[in-house]
């Protein structure tokens, strides 16, 4: 959209930009960008004019937007980036995409979710205004057997991008939960498809959805659940500059792929699995039961090492493991 290219230029420039210059760049008529610019107050954008000078960005209102996003990014990379004020769920809007041939590293990302999934068939929970609801397409060259590594490599992506945009330093919950003062604030589903005559990978959607701007949580997640802003006494956080970054660090992951060498010691640094005692369950839980242990350490597949209380040492790749003293598991 037009508004989008003309919020991109205006938000680049630290000092003020001609009319003349945006229509000379966009290709359009001096009216249409007094029409955009126009839209983008009634939007709150804070834009002044002046004459001879044209306009200057003073304030923006926390907005997902194509424009927002990419005025932060360089220009080749908003050519596969999607911004939608609500969708169903990233990751189905994205399947989609792929299926018609989107290149690897299209994103797709949204203000809003009316069915936000998480693991193992679970909701995830999206309000609007408040979180990041993104979805990265990754078509790797490899096998099946290397990507069961890529929900923890995104792990350490987001907590890079986390850092960057904020400067604080999450933690990592084993396998790829990201937590601040012990309770989560993002989640990460991979949702992986393989051509079935080779065996290899034909696409990677990796969901991503961190809680930004979120006041509170209804009560049964209040234990388990926290956002940024909860954790810095209410201060808000701007999204368009965490969703450019972790569009940056997924990018710097797809690039880097299969070396895991960074990744491997950032997850080791930042998870806090390893040296706790913890409960471990298999995929396919049955009665509710689980085997308790103490995680010894993190392997260089990424897996955990537990050893159980009856003494076996194990190295689980799969599953889901509570960790003392986090989400209510005491």
């Given at each position: ?325 986090l989400y209510g598991y005491t």
């Amino acid at each position: 959209m037009l508004k989008d290219d003309v919020l991109k230029l205006i938000c680049r420039e630290k000092d003020y930009i001609s009319g003349e210059a945006i229509s000379r760049k966009l290709g359009v008529s001096r009216a249409a960008v007094n029409n955009a610019v126009k839209t983008l107050r009634d939007e709150g954008y804070e834009i002044i004019s002046s004459t001879n000078r044209g306009y200057h960005l003073t304030n923006s209102p926390d907005l997902l937007s194509k424009g927002s996003v990419s005025a932060l990014l360089p220009d080749a990379r908003s050519t596969c980036l999607h911004v939608f004020d609500s969708v169903g769920s990233t990751n189905n809007v994205l399947k989609d995409l792929a299926a018609k041939g989107a290149v690897s590293g299209t994103v797709v990302i949204a203000d809003h979710q009316t069915g936000g999934k998480g693991r193992r068939g679970r909701s995830f929970a999206s309000p609007s205004g408040a979180g990041i609801y993104l979805s990265y397409l990754f078509r790797p060259e490899s096998g099946f057997d290397k990507i069961s590594d890529l929900t923890s490599w995104t792990a350490v992506a987001v907590a890079d991008a986390i850092k960057r945009a904020y400067d604080f330093e999450p933690q990592i919950k084993w396998v790829n939960d990201l937590l601040m003062n012990r309770k989560k604030i993002c989640g990460i589903l991979t949702e992986v498809s393989v051509e079935g005559e080779s065996g290899l990978i034909d696409t990677c959607i990796i969901g991503i959805g961190v809680n930004v701007n979120e006041s509170s949580f209804p009560p049964e997640l209040s234990e388990i659940a926290t956002s940024i802003s909860i954790e810095n006494g209410g201060r808000r956080f701007a999204r368009p500059v965490l969703a450019s970054e972790i569009i940056r660090s997924m990018d710097e992951l797809t690039g880097n792929w299969p070396d895991s060498s960074y990744y491997l010691e950032r997850y080791r640094e930042l998870n806090i699995t390893a040296g706790s005692e913890i409960t471990a369950y298999p995929l396919k839980i049955e009665n509710g039961s689980g085997r308790s242990g103490t995680a010894i350490g993190i392997n260089d597949d990424f897996s955990l090492r537990v050893r159980f209380r009856d003494g076996s040492v194990e190295d689980l790749k799969s599953g889901e493991v509570s960790v003392r003293g986090l989400y209510g598991y005491t």
